[in-house]
């Protein structure tokens, strides 16, 4: 399975942007998706989880309200949608799958990686 994430970029605090992340490969081992971030100096961080069918959702504290996580398994595509965004939020986002419907926060769990994608939020 590869993974490629996109749609990082600069914005200023306040606004918006979505991440995609593509599946190709061998996508029907794929079940639950996540996003994590990791600013410099900072350890990876969960962001956000969805299950295969996109019916379950999971969010970081720091993120819950404002970014909305969703899949369109025809399209084999995770998304990102980040709203109200903070200078906190400035990090390397990437895209991760996992075997388990529902992964949760731990990187442990989640089996391939996409490389980040930049997102950089000005005061």
């Known amino acids: 399975v590869q993974l490629q994430a996109c749609g990082g970029g600069f914005v200023q605090a306040g606004g918006s942007l979505r991440l995609s992340c593509t599946a190709s490969?061998?996508?029907?081992?794929?079940?639950?998706m996540g996003w994590f971030r990791q600013a410099p100096g900072k350890d990876r961080e969960f962001v956000a989880c969805?299950?295969?069918?996109?019916?379950?959702?999971y969010y970081a504290d720091s993120v819950k309200g404002r970014f909305t996580i969703s899949r369109d398994n025809a399209k084999n595509t995770l998304y990102l949608q980040m709203n109200s965004l903070e200078v906190d939020d400035t990090a390397s986002y990437s895209c991760?799958?996992?075997?388990?419907?529902?992964?949760?926060?731990?990187?442990?769990?989640?089996?391939?990686w996409g490389q980040g994608t930049q997102v950089t939020v000005s005061s």
């Open positions: 991760a799958s996992s075997s388990w419907n529902l992964p949760g926060t731990s990187d442990r769990v989640y089996d391939y």
């Open positions: 490969g061998s996508t029907s081992s794929l079940y639950g």
């Open positions: 969805i299950d295969r069918d996109g019916s379950s959702t």
